[in-house]
């Protein structure tokens, strides 16, 4: 059957809850969010896991951790899990037992621990929106937008540390965010090692049409030139000549690009 995977409860910043609001915190998106919020509301957080448990039996069914910063909260979990499985086989309910569980990566914290959570989670995905803010220290408005950069090197080390992290433990890496359906983040992406790609339904066809078009050392060997590089300008222009190579005018595809953020 197909795969499908489960973001919890990823409530806080642009999408709040009542109980948050309540709250009236001044930087929400530095708050009470994700699986914060989650492990915080727990009776909320059971009903989910435990429905997500149970219709596990249908299909291919994992789970996605958002906001996670620490080994603690993956395996608060697992704990919860492991307690929800016991009572669901205690009632004598059908139900997915050991579901496979996953964590987005978007804090620098998980960056930097993403060896240690590796070994504790099933897969990994990188939320890029959101990690490219946290790591430049950002907000979504037009006064620092210019700090937006994709090919920071802080950024681009990063990415890579998290999908090295991954695949020394056996574990699967997506991305999800901008960076994504983005033609040169996609063939950077590529280069690093990425296992799966998620973008929003209008960039699917022109990013298969690209992944088809790419060579894989092609992609590996401009994923290590902009991993070496400190100019972020020079990373640019390598990334626009080698693809425009590759692919000529078919390189516009997309009417927006990590290219313009600069």
Known sequence: PAHVVFRTLDAGADK????QEALKEPNPALGLRGIRFCLRHQKI???????LMRAGVEGNVSLLLPM???LAEVQSVRRIMQELQQELQAAGLPHAAGLPLGIMVETPAAVLIADALARECDFFSIGTNDLIHYLMAID???HVGYLNEALHPAVVRSLKRIIDSAHREGIGVSVCGELA???YGLALLLGMGVDTLSASPRFVPGMKHMIRRLDAQTCMDMAHSVLMSTDVTA??????ERLQESLGSELAFHTTSIMTNS
């Open 16 to 19: 709040m809850l009542r109980a």
């Open 45 to 51: 957080f059971r009903s989910q896991l435990r429905a």
């Open 68 to 70: 996670i910063s620490g």
């Open 140 to 142: 979504r408005n037009l």
């Open 181 to 183: 359906a983005d033609p």
């Open 235 to 240: 990373s640019q222009r390598m990334l626009r």
